[in-house]
């Protein structure tokens, strides 16, 4: 019945940010699979990649692309090394709110980076030329909006199969399922927690990517907005398992899109509202998740 | 009698503290003063959040939206009302024609924080983990949202502006010790106790009779009641208040005092206000150049990076905050 109220320019907007979403869910849900802990800071990892793109503008792009890998990764690494470490036997609002700290000190740290020039926010032209737009059957197709599902649908594909095929991926599937027994079982944490990480790392510089060629003006805040969004979309869909964090970030973009198509224009400034009220009905009605099985209880059983 | 003795320390103990900054700002030069009243209202909202979060350990990212719709209702029935129809003509008649004194916007504050957070914490405290955690994250957008785009209740994305500066040194320190004595009458009833029986364990807490639903609910409640409250204190003390300075920075700062203090106890919530408004004003006044005994000149931008830095460090050393999460008590002799 909405769907009749929505083109088809909506429905490609709306995917195209749900690719985005899944991509980061994807991030978010495989560092919470292995410590448990939701990643705050996941926005700042792609910030950071964002102004490594508008620092090394000069540079050709590919090198540029491969620069903002390069930070994103150490980066990760670092804050796992550094971060999450010391906090893997803590209490999940421990761990958190940790995250938020550090969030807070990336932003700071990339405000003074900023600053220096005078202004807050810096153009990253190199990558610029994928917003173009071409038009496929009457409907405006950006070619980053494209490229986003492309990347999510092959970056998804490529790690169904490293998740079902390889022996890491058999490993990390059995972490996030039972950490324990899967030590005890001979899997080694590190392993896993670095592969984790280093994954969430490339799907963050992904992202990082795509999102700086549809917002060029990279500012401290870069990522924040969808990050905390995504994080919203990751508990709605089930953070518990992998795929029902991917669907829910996707669902939140898609939902996003569609309510945003659906407002009469007048409307469209009560957006979140509509999205986050969605939110709420969906958390009573299926607290364990949208598309997990089962039902959750307030008290779990003994 | 030594417990009992204990329970009163708890109280007197941050009451104390609080006296002491609220004296304390009243020596100070007129530009340091607001970091003092800052401190004060940050141990309001931050008590407050505690509450709820500290009785029944469930995480809520919403209490701000109790303390901004105490803000803009305590704001908004203040402003004078020879200016009122100049500076909000979009008001519906009732607010518009109508303003309030000082102490009545406060209690007015208090009761619409507390009847908003009993509507959503209705429905809303039946969920537990990350997803309440989520679901209370939805209402302060939904609120920051409506705030900021429906004028007929307030502002708007404008400034409010023109509200009587009345939370001087006296109000606050007075607000302050209003919302800890309510925090530690509560949780000294039974209702506290069992609010944090159900923090404790659930399931036996329900085993023996106490409803988890109903305990969360009137945490929640009261929480929202002090949250508005403290966000009257707030909007008293600034004199003008867009809806960006109850959102996000406000929601994450302040459960980081209350997470560096140590969720579970009145205490740590006033240890963590203090400390870290302390530290951030002092870094703040480090920006500028002050002598600390050495002169301490930091370059601009660097108060949140040391305060980011010291946060993240504390949380990763002492994870249970700086007071333990235990209440302040006399030091006792250790027994073998």
Partial sequence: MILSAVDAQTLVDAVGLGAVYALMAVGIGLVFGMLRLVNFAYGQLIMAGAYTLAFTSGWPV???????????????????????????????????VTTFAVAFLLQAVALILDIRDGTIGEPAVSVASLNQVVT????????????????????????ALLLGKTTIGLQMRAAAADFRTARLLGVKADRVIGAAVLLSGILAATVAVILTVQFPLVSPDFALKETIVVLVGVVVGGIDRLWTATLGGFAIGFATGVINGALPTDKTVFLPSAVFALVILVLLLRPAGLFAGGRATAVDRV | ?????????????????????GIGSTFVSRANEIHFLNALVAVAIVVAIYVFVGSSGVLSFGQISFVAVGAFAAGVMTVPLESKTGVLPDLFPLLRDHTIGNVASLVLAAAVGGAFAFLVGMPLMR????????????????TH?????????????????????????????????????????????????????????????????????????????????LCGFAGGLLVHMLGSITTEQVYLELTFLTLAMLVVGGVTSLWGAVVGALAVSGLDSVLGNAEDGIGVGFRLDLPEGSRLVILGGLMALMLILRPSGITGGRELRLPRRRTA
């Avoid at chain 1, 059957?137 to 999510?152: C, M, Q, S």
């Avoid at chain 2, 307030?154 to 409010?160: M, N």
Wanted: some cysteine.
């Fill in chain 1, 136 to 159: 496929i059957g009457g409907v405006d197709v950006r070619k980053v909006t494209i490229l986003a599902v492309v990347v999510a649908i092959v970056a998804l594909a490529l790690l």
């Fill in chain 2, 145 to 225: 949202n409506l705030l900021r785009e429906w004028i007929k209740i307030g502002p708007g994305a404008t400034t409010l502006s023109l509200v009587p500066e009345t939370t001087g040194p006296l109000q606050a320190t007075v607000g302050v010790l209003i919302v800890i004595g309510v925090a530690w009458l509560y949780q000294r009833s039974p209702l506290g106790r069992k609010a944090r029986a159900t923090r404790e364990d659930p399931a036996a807490a329900q085993a023996v009779g106490i409803s988890v639903h109903r305990q969360r609910l009137w945490a929640f409640t009261l929480s929202g009641a």
């Fill in chain 2, 127 to 142: 969920l537990s983990g990350l997803a309440a955690g989520i679901a209370t994250f939805a209402v302060l957008e939904i």
């Fill in chain 2, 1 to 21: 009698m030594r417990k009992g003795l204990d329970a009163w320390i708890a109280l007197l103990g941050p009451a104390l503290l609080v006296v002491l900054v």
């Fill in chain 1, 62 to 96: 590919a090198g540029s692309v491969l620069a903002c890998f390069a930070v994103v990764i150490a980066l990760s690494f670092l804050m796992e090394g550094a971060v999450f470490r010391p906090l893997r036997t803590q209490s999940p609002a421990v761990m958190l």
